[in-house]
């Protein structure tokens, strides 16, 4: 159930409980279809600006958890974004592609984090890519580094809204 709380938040739903002593427990996830939809076609001679500043644009997670890293994919594809989807630093590190965002998880495995994975990915492109660091961390020594490096910080859990934000943000800069 933390796994389907931190999913549910992640995508902005809502997990709901009923229970019965003896009967036992029902368990279900509010959806709002509106919620994450793609924006709608602008009309002719309209322009969607929003949609103009992120065309092409390609977003690196780098995320171990399958389930967190697949949802992640899923609301950046529905905002319109291309996606890089890695597992670990070394799986980033050997993508062909080299994105305009990265967003990754403070922890990775192998003992790695998310801002040497970026600051590698950095090296490669030779270039300063921006760079968003997710984690549980509580404290603040945790990803000092990160801050350091020009890296954004956002805690889980992330809300959707302040992550299209920074995204945005970040590809305007």
């Known amino acids: 159930l933390g796994l389907v709380r931190r999913?549910?938040?992640?995508?902005?739903?809502?997990?709901?409980?009923?229970?019965?002593?003896?009967?036992?427990?029902?368990?279900?996830?509010?959806?709002?279809?509106?919620?994450?939809?793609a924006p709608s076609e602008p009309a002719a001679g309209q322009g969607d600006g929003e949609a103009q500043e992120r065309a092409g644009a390609t977003v690196m997670v780098i995320e171990d958890d399958a389930m967190v890293l697949n949802a992640m994919r899923l609301v950046l594809e529905t905002w319109g974004y291309q996606v890089v989807a890695a597992a670990s630093a070394e799986a980033a590190a050997a993508a062909q592609t080299i994105p305009d965002v990265v967003i990754a998880d403070y922890r990775l495995p192998g003992g790695a984090t998310g801002d040497q994975a970026i600051l590698a990915l950095r090296r490669r492109a030779g270039r300063d890519l921006p760079g968003v660091i997710?984690?549980?961390?509580?404290?603040?020594?945790?990803?000092?580094?990160?801050?350091?490096?020009?890296?954004?910080?956002?805690?889980k859990p992330v809300r959707p809204a302040k992550l299209r934000a920074l995204i945005r943000n970040l590809l305007q800069a």
């Open 134 to 155: 997710v984690t549980g961390e509580v404290m603040p020594t945790a990803w000092a580094s990160a801050e350091g490096e020009d890296l954004h910080v956002m805690k």
């Open 7 to 37: 999913l549910a938040e992640l995508l902005d739903h809502k997990v709901r409980l009923r229970s019965a002593p003896g009967r036992g427990s029902v368990f279900w996830i509010e959806l709002e279809p509106s919620a994450h939809a």
